[in-house]
């Protein structure tokens, strides 16, 4: 069964610091894609990045970059230089290519809660 | 301003009785979904459409239904609304289906079922 873990409910750091995020997903099928999301205070969902299994290229965007590691299972989130406006819930999600049939499903790890403090 | 909007934002709601939640896209995206948020659960699928007259169920079904008479339009409906279903409910659309596209989501209903 395909499943996505992040392990850190909370995490609380201050202003500048670097903080990781880390996400473990198991999955049986070889093509799959990885994604992280964002959910601020105000709640909604926003979109950060997407990368598909065979892409093993670590990504950097700004202060955000992330590490994925096939061989660990492991697609982790680094946020540098941390900023209050980072405050947020942090989900890693987990979709596989299915059939048409089935539809499209992302997987959701529970979330992670940044809290960032000045 | 393209994108997905749901109404209402948030409905207190008597067990028992019928809800349907709107959710509207523009981007002219094939496949809907609807998923619920729990503490502690992250986001879970109830049910899909990868296009305009097809739905199919997702992980937590029971007591929802779905129709996708159009392209745009993706209603959820409680027909008995039970306390568990207290949630919020978010929908998203992707460009195709299979997983392969970034899923773009909506702000959210947040319901209340008494």
């Known amino acids: 069964a395909q499943k996505v873990t992040q392990a850190q409910t909370e995490i609380s750091v201050v202003e500048k610091e670097d903080v990781t995020l880390d996400c473990v997903y198991e999955t049986r099928d070889t093509t799959y894609y990885l994604f992280w999301y964002k959910q601020p205070p105000s709640g909604e969902l926003v979109f950060l990045i997407r990368r598909n299994s065979f892409d093993e290229q670590n990504e950097i965007s700004g202060r955000y970059s992330w590490n994925f590691q096939k061989s660990t299972s492991s697609f982790n989130f680094t946020i540098t230089a941390s900023q209050v406006v980072d405050s947020a819930v942090y989900f890693c999600a987990l979709s596989e290519t299915l059939n048409y049939n089935q539809g499209g499903k992302l997987i959701f790890g529970q979330g992670t809660e940044l809290s960032v403090k000045p | 301003i393209a994108g997905i909007t749901q109404a209402p934002t948030s409905q207190i709601l008597a067990a028992g009785r019928r809800m349907t939640l709107r959710c509207t896209q523009d981007m002219r995206h094939n496949a809907m979904y609807w998923y619920r948020q729990d503490l502690g659960l992250g986001l879970r699928l109830i049910h899909y459409?990868?296009?305009?007259?097809?739905?199919g169920k997702g992980e937590v079904p029971d007591g929802y239904s779905v129709s996708r008479a159009n392209t745009d339009d993706f209603p959820l409906t409680l027909a008995s609304a039970v306390p568990s279903q207290t949630s919020v409910y978010f929908c998203?659309?992707?460009?195709?289906?299979?997983?392969?596209?970034?899923?773009?989501f909506g702000p959210g209903t947040r319901l209340t079922v008494l």
């Open positions: 459409s990868n296009t305009a007259g097809t739905t």
């Open positions: 998203a659309s992707s460009d195709s289906v299979a997983g392969v596209d970034t899923q773009y």
